[in-house]
Antibody
Framework: EVQLVQSGAEVKKPGESLKISCKGS????????IGWVRQMPGKGLEWMGI????????RYSPSFQGQVTISADKSISTAYLQWSSLKASDTAMYYC????????????WGQGTLVTVSS | SYVLTQPPSVSVAPGKTARITCGGN??????VHWYQQKPGQAPVLVIY???DRPSGIPERFSGSNSGNTATLTISRVEAGDEADYYC????????????FGGGTKLTVL
């Protein structure tokens, strides 16, 4: 069974750093891209970027370039999304999802990680 | 950048047919995927490559795509279909650039 299991909810203060994770199982982790999607409270889905764990090829949405870092450790089938200095506006639910390649759909999604940034 | 336009809301009575549109410039030349998101849950793929259904998705869900509009059709709507629906494409003008529509809230009356 394909699963993407994300790390738990986080509460952070502005300026703090954070790294959340997405662990894949039940499939060849290095054969699918992993994408990250933001959903701010009461809002729609926003694509942040993607990584191919097989070779760590990474692409970012122009809206998120320089704001976050996407990485992966294929030895433990885990992708990451990290911030070096959080802002209150980073408060959102973050989802990881896998897809086969450009043009394909996100066929499996993680359960989401809620990040709350508040002083 | 490429823009997808969805109506904010669609309402339908149980047993009737709901149609949710997704507009984009020459969207018919792209592959469109649709996701259902119920409150407090992660999105679920309901239609991929314009009109294919993943296993486990009822036949009541169908999709079409032509010209400047893609459409998700839900036949014999049930109360459990009430959710937000998002269309999604890859913008071929930019390598690996994913675009989501703004989402449509389907209300079952």
């Amino acid at each position: 069974e394909v699963q993407l299991v994300q790390s738990g909810a986080e509460v952070k203060k502005p300026g703090e750093s954070l790294k959340i994770s997405c662990k894949g199982s039940g499939y060849s982790f290095t054969s699918y891209w992993i994408g990250w999607v933001r959903q701010m409270p009461g809002k729609g889905l926003e694509w942040m970027g993607i990584i191919y764990p097989g070779d760590s090829d990474t692409r970012y949405s122009p809206s998120f370039q320089g704001q976050v870092t996407i990485s992966a450790d294929k030895s433990i089938s885990t992708a990451y999304l990290q911030w070096s200095s959080l802002k209150a506006s980073d408060t959102a639910m973050y989802y990881c999802a896998r897809y086969l390649g450009v043009g394909a759909a996100f066929d499996y999604w993680g359960q989401g990680t809620l990040v709350t940034v508040s002083s | 950048s490429y823009v997808l336009t969805q109506p904010p809301s669609v309402s339908v009575a149980p047993g009737k047919t709901a149609r949710i549109t997704c507009g984009g410039n020459n969207i018919g030349s792209k592959s469109v995927h649709w996701y259902q998101q119920k409150p407090g849950q992660a999105p679920v793929l309901v239609i991929y490559y314009d009109s294919d259904r993943p296993s486990g998705i009822p036949e009541r869900f169908s999709g079409s795509n032509s010209g400047n509009t893609a459409t998700l059709t839900i036949s014999r709507v049930e109360a459990g279909d009430e959710a937000d629906y998002y269309c999604q494409v890859w913008d071929s003008s930019s390598d690996h650039n994913c675009v989501f529509g703004g989402g449509t809230k389907l209300t079952v009356l």
